[in-house]
């Protein structure tokens, strides 16, 4: 009864550690492609500079989706999970690299 508890205790961890680094902040799942195309509404009032040094101020992915999910909400209609995934995905591949 003792190793099946331990199996068991372990496999639960596992489970955790597997679903607590995988949660959607860490990363970018979306499509870049039209991540590109929702960037071009970003465009209308600042241009790329503020993703590079020295106006760069974001330092990670998940600080990144914080931003951009802020910033969509301006939008009229808010951007969708799917967009915000979509551009943080782009921004993420063309300027930040945190992956």
Request: proline share 6%; aromatic share 10%.
């Amino acid at each position: 009864m003792t190793t099946r508890r331990f199996q068991m205790a372990g496999l639960v961890l596992a489970s955790a550690l597997a679903v607590a680094g995988c949660s959607a902040g860490d990363r970018a799942t979306g499509d870049p492609v039209r991540g590109a195309k929702t960037h071009e509404a970003c465009l209308q009032c600042h241009g790329t500079d503020v993703y590079v040094p020295p106006q760069r101020k974001i330092d990670s992915l998940p600080a990144l989706r914080k931003e951009v999910e802020r910033w969509g909400d301006y939008y009229n209609p808010a951007l969708s999970p799917q967009e915000i995934d979509d551009l943080v995905a782009y921004l993420d591949t063309q300027f930040y690299k945190f992956r």
